[in-house]
Every structure is written in C-alpha cells, then in structure tokens.
C-alpha cells in the first residue's frame, strides 16, 4: 500500500514539477485560481487540504520590513509564519493586507526543490496555516509563487512592483503580479495583467525598437507606414500642473498636437524636449485612436498656424524630393504640409536635407482626460538629459490617474545599431 501511496506522489511530483519552471503569468493565475477552486478534504497520503489544494497567501501589513521574504518580529519569535489558506467556500472577504505573496502548493514546492514545513493550527482552524521560518538569507529558496495587491486598491500596485524588483535583485528570477479579488465571478479570484508587471517595459522596449527600424512605406492593409511602423514621440514637459497626456488650450484651438516621427530613415537624433510620452503606431486598436492630420519634415512653428495645417503639398503639385527642394529646401520650416497617404508620408521622409532635427507630426487634438482610452505606451527621457524626474512624474501622474503602468524608457536617437529605446527598472517611480 505504502508503495502505491509513495508511487502516487512521485507521479504527481513529476506532473507538477514540469509546470512550474517555465510558467507564464497567465497560467500563474489559472493554476491559482484552480487550487482556489478545490475543496479536497485530505491531498494523497493523507495529508492535510493545504498540501495540493487552496492558495497560501501572505498578507503584507505597511509596517512589515523588506525584503517581503524577511520575517518579522513576530514570526522571529514564534518560529513561524501565518499564512491563509484561500479556498473557495472559507476565504475571508478580504484580507488584512491590500498585499502580499502566496506560496505554492507544499508538492509543487518539494518539486522545484523549494521545500517547506507546513502545520494547521491547533485549535483546528484549517484556513490558517503555519510555515515554518526559512533562511531569508536565501530567497531563491523560499516556495513563493506569486506576488499579489488586491483589486480596487492600485496604491498598492506600486508596493508589489518594488517586491517584484527586490525579488529579481536578489534572484534573477522575476515573480508574476497578480490581482486578487476575492469576490470574482466564478472562481476567477485572481487575475494577470501584462501592463503591470515591472519587467513589462523590457518588451515595451523591444517593440519600440522594432519599430523603428521597419521602414517600408506602407503597411500591409495599404494605409501609410505611420499606422504600423516607427515611433511616435511627444515631448512634453512633466508637471503636477497639468497631465501631460492632455492637448493644451493651444492645441484645442487650433485641432493640432505636435509629435515627432522617429524611424531609422528619418534620421532625427534631436527633440523638441528632454522629456514626454511614447504612443503606440496609430493604427493600435484602442478605444480612442489617434488622427493624423498633416506632417512637416522640420519644425513648422504650428502654434502660430489656424488649424495647424498649411496648404497641402500636393495641393500645390509638389510630389518628388526635387519640386519640394526647390519651393522649400531654403526653408524647411516654412514647408507646406504633407498629407496622410502613403505617397505624400513618405515624401515628408525623403525630403528631409537636416535629418538631425525633428520634424513634426499633427494629430487632431482629443478631448481631455482620456488617458485610458489612448494608445499611450511609455513615458520617455533623453539619454543624458535631465529629463528622468520629469519622466517619472508623468508615469506616475498617469498611474495615480488612470490605475495603468507606463513604463519609463530611455531614448538615444543616436544609437548606432538602431536600439534607440532601453529599460531600467532603477528609472521606475515607483
């Protein structure tokens, strides 16, 4: 019988060991929310319901110390730590903490190779659980899954990215951020959002500089490249006065906010400021998408200009580089205005003589306070520039404002290789 038993369970280990090494966060968040779901009575052996089934959470209070894996007082002298069992017909409506982490389950555990000692309390409350103390010394060690912040409370998202970070500090490793909402229809208590995860703005970073170095024309349904391909770029100064996502009265007044069109072909490597926001390609799929008016190949001075947009180019039989160069090589700045399809875009590219300066870009202006619903993907600074503090306000702004992430990246439009976008977590307001 023992052989059986002890069969079982090595089984099982090899199922759950396969899982846990290579998880994304989504299926973080199903396996979490799967445990959550069971209700076993006794796990293979006979062991306790906490060993294969319910959720082992860790509630953080404000005063508990960091790292999150450090004991406290309490658990120093009790030999131990509380943990809740979350289990979907006994957990609590909410827990003391807005924060914490969760454990794996104790099998999973011994099958990374991160075991742990595990008891009921003795009074026979089997929704709490007590761990006994790890070397916190190592955390690499320590069974945590998962970190998480309860849903409706996004002060607290900002805590578990700082947990997050020291965890990856500490171990390489980068633990998923989840959302725990207790009272989630069908089981589904918690849940994983890429947007807030710290090491989300590594991939933000890739697909900016993917971008930027796509620089056919068009894209692939026929619109110009501007709908698919390189970076739009505003530069705006960070500031508790405004939100910087918001047009000025002065863009209102005249249906224009001025952009920069970065790509590999432009050649820009000056802006028009130290510090801004990062917008996804015009044709990203959001709630409020983004209308491109005219372009400029320089700095056309818009702010003084009714309606931003002079004559077309067109308009005035200006189609090749050498029609462009004659009416404006002269005077870049006082060019007429490119419009939107894929032959006059590109023109505005390919007339360019000062490709070092930035061109500028005419967006129809959008009402105000819809950060949420807009393609915005980063908030930026200029390598080298003093523009990091302002750049972390915005990202800041923007969180306590909308309850969404926006990585902070570094811009150096002079980066030889075309990586123009980087991330660094110690750039994060976090």
């Known amino acids: 019988m023992w ?55 860790r509630p953080l209070s404000d005063a508990h110390p960091s790292p999150f894996w450090k004991h406290d007082a309490t658990a120093v002298a009790q030999g131990y730590e509380r943990f809740t069992l ?6 609590p409506a909410t827990l003391p903490g807005k924060s914490g982490y969760v454990l794996l389950d104790r099998l999973s555990a011994v099958g990374r190779g991160t075991p742990y000692q595990g008891f009921t309390d003795p ?17 690499a060690d320590v069974a945590v899954q998962a970190l998480y912040y309860e849903s409706g409370a996004p002060s607290d998202l900002a805590r578990a990215q700082r947990h997050q970070l020291a965890y990856h500090q500490a171990t390489g490793r980068w633990l998923p951020i989840m959302r725990l909402n207790l009272a ?5 208590v918690f849940g994983f959002v890429q947007q807030e995860q710290l090491d989300n703005g ?16 068009a894209c692939r349904d026929g619109r110009a490249a501007f709908y698919c391909r390189g970076v739009l770029i505003r530069a705006v100064q960070g500031s508790t006065a405004f939100r910087a996502w918001n047009p000025s009265a002065n863009s209102v007044s005249r249906n224009g906010v001025s952009f920069s069109y970065v790509r590999a072909d432009v050649g820009t490597v000056r802006l028009a400021g130290t510090e801004g926001l990062i917008f ?10 983004l209308t491109l008016r005219c372009a400029y190949p320089a700095n056309a001075g818009t702010s003084s200009i009714a309606g931003s947009c002079r004559a077309s180019c067109e308009s005035q039989g200006i189609i090749t580089v050498a029609a462009w160069q ?6 870049p700045g006082g060019s007429c205005a490119f419009t939107p399809s894929v032959e006059q875009f590109q023109l ?27 393609a915005l993907e980063a908030a930026f600074y200029i390598s080298g520039s003093g523009g990091l503090n302002g750049a972390r306000l915005i990202q800041r702004d923007y969180y306590l404002q909308t309850g969404k992430v926006l990585p902070v990246v570094r811009v150096d439009l002079s980066a030889i290789n075309g990586l123009i976008a980087a991330f660094d977590p110690q750039d994060q307001n976090l």
């Not at 996804?280 to 998408?289: I, K």
């Open 3 to 57: 052989i059986i038993i002890r069969l079982c369970v090595a089984g099982l280990l090899y199922l759950q060991l396969l899982p846990v090494q290579a998880q994304s966060g989504a299926q973080v968040a199903q396996q979490l929310n799967a445990r959550f779901a069971s209700t076993s009575t006794t796990c293979v052996g006979g062991l306790a319901p906490f060993n294969c089934s319910g959720v082992l959470a």
């Open 86 to 91: 979350l289990r979907k017909h006994t957990a």
């Open 123 to 139: 009074a026979g409350d089997i929704s709490e659980v007590r761990v006994s103390n790890w070397n916190e010394l190592i955390p």
């Open 184 to 188: 989630g229809p069908h089981g589904k």
């Open 202 to 217: 590594f991939r933000v970073a890739e697909r900016l500089n993917r971008r930027y170095v796509d620089t056919p024309p």
């Open 280 to 289: 996804r390609e015009a044709g990203a799929p959001v709630q409020h998408p």
């Open 326 to 331: 004659r009416a404006h090589g002269s005077s």
């Open 348 to 374: 505005n590219i390919d007339v360019r003589a000062n490709k070092g300066a930035w061109n500028e870009i005419i967006i129809a202006a959008w009402p105000q306070n819809i950060g949420q619903q807009m």
